[in-house]
T-cell receptor, first 111, second 113 residues
Framework: SQQGEEDPQALSIQEGENATMNCSYKTSINNLQWYRQNSGRGLVHLILIRSNEREKHSGRLRVTLDTSKKSSSLLITASRAADTASYFCATGPSNTGKLIFGQGTTLQVKP | NAGVTQTPKFQVLKTGQSMTLQCAQDMNHEYMSWYRQDPGMGLRLIHYSVGAGITDQGEVPNGYNVSRSTTEDFPLRLLSAAPSQTSVYFC????????????FGSGTQLSVL
C-alpha cells in the first residue's frame, strides 16, 4: 500500500486564490517531500520538510508537517494559471532511502 | 546538463514481446529507481538500486528485471509484455541513499496490445 495519500484528488480554483492540498502517511518518516508534475512531463521537486520541522516556506509555497497526526499540507498562495499541475507528496520508511508517492492532487487554476 | 535521460519516449508492444527501457544519468548519482504511473494509482516503485551491482524490489516488481552494471545506467527489462504493463514509466535518480530529492526523466509511454 502507498505511504502517502493526498486529499483532495482534484481541486479547481480561480487565479489569485490559495490552494491547499493535504497528505497523510502511515509510518515514521525522516522527511516528507512535495513534487509537481505538469501534464506529460516528469515530476519536479518542490520542497522538502524534515521530521523535526513544523513549517517551511519557499516563495509562494508553504508546507506544514504534523508528525503526531502523520500528515502534511501544501499551500500555494496567490495561485497562477501556470500552477495548474498535479502535486504529489512522497516519503518512505525511516530505515530505507526509498521514496513512495501518493496518488496526487490535480490542481486546475482558472484564469 | 542532460540530467536523467529516458529512451524511447513512446513504445507499442504486442503481448509476449520483450523490450528494454533505457535510463541514463550524468550526475554521478548513487541511487536510481523506476516507477510506473497509472491513472488513479499515482506512482508505484518497481525496482531501485543504491549503487552499481546492487538492486532491490519495490512495490510492484513482478514482470520486470533490472541490473546496474555502471553508475550511469539503470535499464528496465520487460521479459514478456502483458497488457497490464501498459503505463507511463519514469526513471529517477538521487545523489545518495538517504533522503535527498529525486530527479526524474521525462518518461516512456508504453502500450501493450
Amino acid at each position: 500500500s502507498q505511504q502517502g495519500e493526498e486529499d483532495p484528488q482534484a481541486l479547481s480554483i480561480q487565479e489569485g486564490e490559495n490552494a491547499t492540498m493535504n497528505c497523510s502517511y502511515k509510518t515514521s518518516i525522516n522527511n516528507l517531500q512535495w513534487y509537481r508534475q505538469n501534464s506529460g512531463r516528469g515530476l519536479v521537486h518542490l520542497i522538502l520538510i524534515r521530521s523535526n520541522e513544523r513549517e517551511k516556506h519557499s516563495g509562494r509555497l508553504r508546507v506544514t508537517l504534523d508528525t503526531s497526526k502523520k500528515s502534511s499540507s501544501l499551500l500555494i498562495t496567490a495561485s497562477r494559471a501556470a500552477d495548474t499541475a498535479s502535486y504529489f507528496c512522497a516519503t518512505g520508511p525511516s530505515n530505507t532511502g526509498k521514496l513512495i508517492f501518493g496518488q496526487g492532487t490535480t490542481l486546475q487554476v482558472k484564469p | 546538463n542532460a540530467g536523467v535521460t529516458q529512451t524511447p519516449k513512446f513504445q507499442v508492444l504486442k503481448t509476449g514481446q520483450s523490450m528494454t527501457l533505457q535510463c541514463a544519468q550524468d550526475m554521478n548519482h548513487e541511487y536510481m529507481s523506476w516507477y510506473r504511473q497509472d491513472p488513479g494509482m499515482g506512482l508505484r516503485l518497481i525496482h531501485y538500486s543504491v549503487g552499481a551491482g546492487i538492486t532491490d524490489q519495490g512495490e510492484v516488481p513482478n514482470g520486470y528485471n533490472v541490473s546496474r552494471s555502471t553508475t550511469e545506467d539503470f535499464p528496465l527489462r520487460l521479459l514478456s509484455a502483458a497488457p497490464s504493463q501498459t503505463s507511463v514509466y519514469f526513471c529517477a535518480s538521487k545523489e545518495g541513499t538517504g533522503w535527498e530529492k529525486l530527479f526524474f526523466g521525462s518518461g516512456t509511454q508504453l502500450s501493450v496490445l
